[in-house]
Nanobody
Framework: QAQLAQSGGGLVESGGSMRLSCTLS????????VSWFRQSPEKERQFVAA???????YYADSVKDRFTVSRDNADNTSYLQMNNLTPEDTAVYYC??????????????????WGQGTQVTVSS
């Protein structure tokens, strides 16, 4: 199965920007897309954004117009560009890969391959 290695994250001031990366290796499936979730303390893991194998993108309402998900197929890497960050965006961010539709992409239960997670902290 595929392995996912995340990079990026850290501390940023409110209103700032940050880019996360998720690089896939091993046995990858060209029909699989990459999704991004986040989890705050005492909260469930929540859908953030996804990019499908055909380039279709999906976003949670809370990040639409601020976050952009992309992928570089040559490098097997997905990126999550986050702009205009607020303290409410503070969380551990995870990437995952799987076969999904616009609707199912939001369901964390369909994913079996996850990145290790990376902390994003936005100071007020």
């Amino acid at each position: 199965q595929a392995q996912l290695a995340q990079s990026g994250g850290g501390l940023v001031e409110s209103g700032g920007s940050m880019r996360l990366s998720c690089t896939l290796s091993g046995r990858t499936n060209p029909r699989y897309g990459v999704s991004w979730f986040r989890q705050s303390p005492e909260k469930e893991r929540q859908f953030v954004a996804a990019i499908n194998y055909n380039g279709a993108t999906y976003y949670a309402d809370s990040v639409k117009d601020r976050f952009t998900v992309s992928r570089d197929n040559a490098d097997n890497t997905s990126y999550l560009q986050m702009n205009n960050l607020t303290p409410e965006d503070t969380a551990v961010y995870y990437c995952a890969t799987g076969l999904f539709t616009r609707v199912s992409s939001r369901d964390k239960r369909i994913y079996s391959n996850w990145g290790q997670g990376t902390q994003v902290t936005v100071s007020s």
